[in-house]
Structure formats: structure tokens, C-alpha cells
């Protein structure tokens, strides 16, 4: 990867700008100042380590709104992918596409697969400030997450 610098807890988000499911732009600034930010990057829909992840954040999602938490998953699936991910579990969040992955290499969410680069299952929380307060490979639960907030 081009990255030699790593991401890490208190580095201001890098700037994105994804469209969800509807086709409808995200913008990370569209937040700042208003509401912190979930980013869950995971590397495709409907597959059962991504939908367990995906789900536990469903049913722990007035915890996160309680925190005035915007929820988003991203990975690389097109609308019709994303919208059939969301109807099949029922996801109070948006899924956005990250379709060349150009997101999610900038938030270091990338691993190899077989010389591949693949979404790499990541964990991000944002304060409304822009500051990354929460950066996690892997499956951290929602109390962990949660926990960066206090």
C-alpha cells in the first residue's frame, strides 16, 4: 500500500464522499460539528461473519443513536447488492459503495487475499470534531465501541 503513515486514534477522518443504497451522496462533512460517525468497513454483503457483525450493531442501534451516532457500513457491492443486504436484516443504516475501494484504502481498511486487495473488516468511530476516536481491525463489540465516547 502507498500509505507509510498508519491511522491511528486522534488523527483528524480523512474526507470522503460515498453514495448509499438509494444513490443518495454521504459526505463525512455533512456531520462534523453535528454528529459522530460509525464507519464499518467489511468486505461483503450477505456473508455470515459481516451479516453477524452487521446485525449485532442492529440490535444494539438505539445505543448508538442514544449517542447521536450516524451508523454506515461500506464496502465495495453496487445499490442492488446493498439494498437486498439491508431488506434481508432489516438495517437501520445506510451501506455505502466504495466501488474502486479508494475509501477504504484511505482509512487503511484494505488487506491482500491471494495478491487481491480486499475490504479488511474495520471499525471506525468519528467525534463530531472530525477525530477519528475509535480504530479497530477485526470485530470489536458495540460496548467497545460505545466505550470511546466517554
Do not use: W
Not at 450516524?70 to 432489516?90: C, L, M, P, R, T
Not at 484511505?106 to 479488511?120: E, R, S, T, V
Not at 471499525?123 to 477519528?132: D, M, Q, R, T, Y
Amino acid at each position: 500500500m502507498q500509505n507509510t503513515t498508519s491511522l491511528q486514534v486522534g488523527d483528524l477522518a480523512p474526507e470522503f464522499i460515498l453514495k448509499n443504497q438509494a444513490g443518495k451522496e454521504i459526505a463525512l462533512k455533512d456531520f462534523l460539528n453535528k454528529q459522530n460517525i460509525l464507519l464499518i468497513f467489511y468486505p461483503g454483503d450477505s456473508t455470515p461473519g459481516c451479516t453477524i457483525q452487521l446485525c449485532a450493531i442492529r440490535n444494539d442501534f438505539k445505543k448508538f443513536q442514544d449517542q447521536n451516532i450516524a451508523v454506515f457500513g461500506i464496502n465495495h457491492a453496487d445499490e442492488a447488492s446493498h439494498q437486498n443486504f439491508i431488506d434481508k436484516n432489516q438495517f437501520p443504516f445506510d451501506l455505502l459503495i466504495d466501488v474502486d475501494k479508494e475509501v477504504s484504502k484511505k482509512y487503511q481498511a484494505i488487506k491482500l487475499f491471494f495478491g487481491k486487495p480486499i475490504i479488511a473488516r474495520t471499525v471506525v468511530l468519528i467525534n463530531k470534531a472530525g477525530k477519528i476516536i475509535f480504530l479497530k481491525k477485526g470485530t470489536p463489540s458495540d460496548a467497545e465501541i460505545l466505550s470511546a465516547l466517554k
